[in-house]
């Protein structure tokens, strides 16, 4: 298994302001993805944080809002720009582990964030 | 249309009881298809994987009918521990982006 640290946990924030979180795993891993979840709404994938090169955003999100680094196989982060009230909710970092034909995705206990 | 949909319950069951619930995915191309466990304030755990010829893990049994693109989850002999949201995920592409059901809501009680 994977274990995953992000922070902050939880913040409260002002509107226009950015915060930046942290994920890190205890190995090495390819494969990181961020998702966030809006109160009452599933997980979305925001984007795939790829090492040593530009993230890729799924549809909806894009890289001025949301920018993202992948430093090395154990650390990302995650930017949320310019807040409004309609980015409050918890945003989850998440890896893949691959065993030969088994593979499973791992998840961060998320950052709940609360836009003002 | 949304990619997975959920009957976001709750389910209100007595300890002992089974509960079972579906949920449907809107592309007939998806890859594979699990259930995952969220209790409140923790991060999503994977339930099981599901398999085309069904599968069962202790209590649990998964089924998938691709025919009818939807996918079940039945808790048999419920235990108040049962309690969570249960979430239903699908891979599209193979390329481990996951696409969520809202989740569905299990409450077990004495």
């Known amino acids: 298994s994977a274990v995953i640290s992000q922070k902050p946990s939880r913040d409260i924030c002002q509107r226009g302001t950015s915060l930046t979180i942290q994920c890190q795993v205890d190995?090495?891993?390819?494969?990181m993805f961020w998702y966030r979840q809006q109160p009452g709404q599933s997980l979305t994938l925001i984007a795939t944080?790829?090492?040593?090169?530009?993230?890729?955003?799924e549809s909806g999100f894009v890289i001025d809002k949301f920018p993202i680094s992948r430093p090395n196989l154990t650390f990302s982060t995650l930017t949320v720009s310019n807040m409004s009230p309609e980015d409050s909710s918890i945003y989850l970092c998440?890896?893949?582990?691959?065993?030969?034909?088994?593979?499973?995705?791992?998840f961060g206990p998320g950052t709940r964030l609360t836009v003002l | 249309r949304k990619e997975v949909e959920q009957d976001p319950g709750p389910f209100n069951v007595p300890e002992g009881a089974t509960v079972a619930f579906n949920c449907t995915y809107s592309?007939?191309?998806?890859?594979?298809f699990f259930w995952y466990r969220h209790d409140c304030r923790k991060e999503p755990k994977l339930l099981m994987s599901?398999?085309?010829s069904g599968n069962e893990d202790g209590r649990f049994t998964a089924q998938l009918n691709r025919a009818s693109q939807y996918i079940s989850l039945l808790i048999r002999d419920s235990k108040l521990s049962d309690s969570a949201t249960y979430l239903c995920?699908?891979?599209?592409?193979?390329?481990?982006?996951?696409?969520f059901g809202a989740g569905t809501t299990v409450t077990v009680r004495a």
């Open positions: 592309n007939s191309a998806s890859q594979s």
């Open positions: 599901v398999y085309s």
């Open positions: 995920v699908v891979n599209i592409r193979d390329d481990y982006k996951l696409s």
């Open positions: 998440s890896v893949v582990l691959l065993a030969g034909s088994y593979n499973e995705q791992f």
């Open positions: 944080a790829n090492q040593g090169s530009e993230a890729t955003y």
């Open positions: 190995s090495q891993v390819t494969m």
